[in-house]
């Protein structure tokens, strides 16, 4: 009778603490079996759901680790992985062998041969199984059931720890990623609080409060350089999601197969310079919130994607069958005007009203009256510590110069402004001294900032009026036109003036319009 020794117990459980990777741990564990039990051929198969995968293989033709085997499709595996206990099949058995064709240095099916399959259990749950082939009839009837109950638990335990390493690895690799994309989103956003006075950053503070608390899609719009990166960061912070990731993804410039890997993830191999599995953004910021910035990029073939996951939670990593499901929360982030898209055919309707649940607009800077000096004070502290001043500050004629510039860069143009000229000054100025920026050092187009020359009107005994406040009055004249127009619908009323309804809405209420019983009026 052939019994396993106890110096081959020890082998395998020597195995089991070194630092192996699964491949050497799993061959390592055939070979110790081979010595305590004469076969043929023996392979390792983990199962996952109803799907058995070749993990090691010896006396197989190596392709064999590239099948895959429906436990439904073999009846013979199918009866192993009913089984609690070992299974020696009769010699006659007329059930089809998984292994016709593979076995090494033999064509053909296998001849009438010995076939036992062992059920690998942990935790009282089936993780595998073991199959041993030997060309010899009846080579396993006289191996007890110790020798295999004992071969069957150091099998079940290679195997679920070579599992729970693996899982530990795809954890940290997981882990390590997240905090790559948390640390760069650190390097790249410094600061996180939205500075202003204006009454219309006043309006978006109220708006980022009302909807942060819910857990709503949020899509953000606004000209290039206002901010809109962090609204979407002010959004996240004040969300009951602050403690889990927010994972940031610039959809711009990205083709279809690339845009779908960043968001979905992909398999090794998937497409060309894949060389090795990748989460994506989705799975990274699992429980937390993802930055869609211009979203308006995406390809069409994308979006039908991207809607799948507002709509059911579901990821497909490109390459895989397998489908994912995750917990996250999106805000999306667009210059463009997307109606005109979608009418154009460029971005899809459905993936529109799903993100733009509540919309958030980012006005341009020229709109938030005195907040530019705010700014400029902010972008001067941070020179400051960059550069190693004890002191900056703005002289009054580059105050003014600032003030009455237009700036269609926004925001991030006044911080580049800020920049160049807090670096111009550190030439000849000490680090211990009070350097004070003047309109020299400031770099505007001097086209923008002239004053031009028109001629002084006659003034009429009419009262004279700032442009705002006669701007201000013709657009609530124009807007209680369209809303008694419209039998005070506001889509309507936004469909005849050619904007957003969420706009018109904010407009209308910084301007003090409301609607009482079908009748508009100015408060």
């Given at each position: 009778?052939?019994?396993?020794?106890?110096?081959?117990?020890?082998?395998?459980?020597?195995?089991?603490?070194?630092?192996?990777?699964?491949?050497?741990?799993?061959?390592?564990?055939?070979?110790?079996?081979?010595?305590?039990?004469?076969?043929?051929?023996?392979?390792?198969?983990?199962?996952?759901?109803?799907?058995?995968?070749?993990?090691?293989?010896?006396?197989?033709?190596?392709?064999?680790?590239?099948?895959?085997?429906?436990?439904?499709?073999?009846?013979?595996?199918?009866?192993?992985?009913?089984?609690?206990?070992?299974?020696?099949?009769?010699?006659?058995?007329?059930?089809?062998?998984?292994?016709?064709?593979?076995?090494?240095?033999?064509?053909?099916?296998?001849?009438?041969?010995?076939?036992?399959?062992?059920?690998?259990?942990?935790?009282?749950?089936?993780?595998?199984?073991?199959?041993?082939?030997?060309?010899?009839?009846?080579?396993?009837?006289?191996?007890?059931?110790?020798?295999?109950?004992?071969?069957?638990?150091?099998?079940?335990?290679?195997?679920?720890?070579?599992?729970?390493?693996?899982?530990?690895?795809?954890?940290?690799?997981?882990?390590?990623?997240?905090v790559k994309e948390l640390t760069q989103e650190a390097f790249?956003?410094?600061?996180?609080?939205?500075?202003?006075?204006?009454?219309?950053?006043?309006?978006?503070?109220?708006?980022?409060?009302?909807?942060?608390?819910?857990?709503?899609?949020?899509?953000?719009?606004?000209?290039?350089?206002?901010?809109?990166?962090?609204?979407?960061?002010?959004?996240?912070?004040?969300?009951?999601?602050?403690?889990?990731?927010?994972?940031?993804?610039?959809?711009?410039?990205?083709?279809?197969?690339?845009?779908?890997?960043?968001?979905?993830?992909?398999?090794?191999?998937?497409?060309?310079?894949?060389?090795?599995?990748?989460?994506?953004?989705?799975?990274?910021?699992?429980?937390?919130?993802?930055?869609?910035?211009?979203?308006?990029?995406?390809?069409?073939?994308?979006?039908?994607?991207?809607?799948?996951?507002?709509?059911?939670?579901?990821?497909?990593p490109v390459g895989k069958d397998t489908v994912q499901h995750?917990?996250?929360?999106?805000?999306?982030?667009?210059?463009?005007?997307?109606?005109?898209?979608?009418?154009?055919?460029?971005?899809?309707?459905?993936?529109?009203?799903?993100?733009?649940?509540?919309?958030?607009?980012?006005?341009?800077?020229?709109q938030r009256e005195n907040d530019v000096l705010l700014l400029?004070?902010?972008?001067?502290?941070?020179?400051?510590?960059?550069?190693?001043?004890?002191?900056?500050?703005?002289?009054?004629?580059?105050?003014?110069?600032?003030?009455?510039?237009?700036?269609?860069?926004?925001?991030?143009?006044?911080?580049?402004?800020?920049?160049?000229?807090?670096?111009?000054?550190?030439?000849?100025?000490?680090?211990?001294?009070?350097?004070?920026?003047?309109?020299?050092?400031?770099?505007?187009?001097?086209?923008?900032?002239?004053?031009?020359?028109?001629?002084?009107?006659?003034?009429?005994?009419?009262?004279?009026?700032?442009?705002?406040?006669?701007?201000?009055?013709?657009?609530?004249?124009?807007?209680?036109?369209?809303?008694?127009?419209?039998?005070?619908?506001?889509?309507?009323?936004?469909?005849?003036?050619?904007?957003?309804?969420?706009?018109?809405?904010?407009?209308?209420?910084?301007?003090?319009?409301?609607?009482?019983?079908?009748?508009?009026?100015?408060?």
């Amino acid at each position: 009778m052939t019994d396993i020794n106890a110096n081959l117990l020890l082998e395998v459980a020597l195995d089991l603490a070194n630092s192996l990777n699964n491949s050497d741990r799993f061959e390592r564990l055939l070979s110790t079996i081979r010595k305590a039990i004469k076969c043929d051929a023996v392979a390792l198969l983990g199962l996952n759901g109803d799907v058995l995968t070749p993990l090691a293989v010896q006396g197989l033709a190596r392709r064999t680790l590239g099948r895959r085997f429906i436990v439904s499709e073999h009846p013979r595996l199918a009866q192993i992985c009913a089984s609690e206990n070992p299974v020696r099949f009769p010699s006659d058995c007329a059930l089809p062998d998984p292994f016709d064709g593979l076995l090494l240095d033999r064509e053909g099916d296998l001849p009438v041969h010995s076939c036992m399959g062992l059920p690998l259990y942990s935790d009282n749950h089936l993780v595998g199984l073991l199959t041993l082939d030997s060309m010899a009839a009846d080579a396993y009837g006289r191996i007890s059931d110790r020798t295999l109950e004992l071969i069957a638990a150091l099998s079940a335990a290679t195997l679920k720890t070579a599992l729970e390493l693996k899982a530990l690895s795809l954890s940290a690799e997981h882990a390590e990623q997240l905090v790559k994309e948390l640390t760069q989103e650190a390097f790249l956003r410094d600061g996180g609080e939205l500075i202003g006075e204006s009454q219309v950053i006043k309006t978006l503070r109220s708006d980022i409060e009302l909807v942060a608390g819910s857990d709503y899609n949020v899509l953000i719009l606004g000209e290039t350089g206002v901010g809109k990166e962090l609204v979407a960061r002010t959004v996240h912070r004040l969300s009951p999601r602050r403690e889990k990731p927010l994972v940031y993804l610039n959809c711009a410039s990205l083709t279809e197969t690339l845009a779908e890997a960043e968001l979905f993830g992909h398999a090794k191999g998937a497409f060309t310079g894949a060389d090795r599995e990748r989460p994506g953004k989705f799975l990274l910021a699992n429980g937390g919130t993802i930055f869609l910035d211009e979203v308006g990029e995406l390809p069409l073939a994308v979006q039908s994607k991207l809607l799948r996951v507002l709509q059911s939670g579901e990821i497909q990593p490109v390459g895989k069958d397998t489908v994912q499901h995750v917990d996250v929360r999106i805000v999306a982030a667009t210059n463009r005007e997307l109606l005109k898209e979608i009418e154009g055919g460029g971005f899809r309707a459905d993936l529109y009203h799903r993100l733009s649940v509540y919309p958030l607009e980012v006005p341009p800077l020229s709109q938030r009256e005195n907040d530019v000096l705010l700014l400029a004070d902010y972008f001067l502290e941070k020179s400051r510590r960059k550069l190693g001043f004890r002191q900056l500050r703005l002289s009054a004629d580059a105050s003014s110069k600032l003030k009455r510039y237009g700036w269609p860069g926004n925001v991030r143009e006044l911080e580049h402004v800020i920049s160049r000229a807090a670096l111009k000054a550190r030439k000849g100025s000490s680090p211990s001294e009070i350097v004070s920026l003047t309109a020299a050092h400031v770099e505007i187009p001097d086209d923008i900032t002239a004053k031009p020359e028109i001629e002084k009107p006659i003034q009429s005994p009419l009262e004279i009026v700032s442009l705002r406040s006669a701007i201000e009055d013709y657009q609530r004249e124009l807007i209680g036109h369209m809303l008694i127009k419209s039998d005070g619908n506001w889509s309507r009323a936004a469909k005849l003036l050619s904007v957003d309804r969420g706009n018109l809405v904010r407009l209308s209420k910084r301007l003090g319009i409301s609607i009482k019983k079908e009748v508009v009026g100015a408060q």
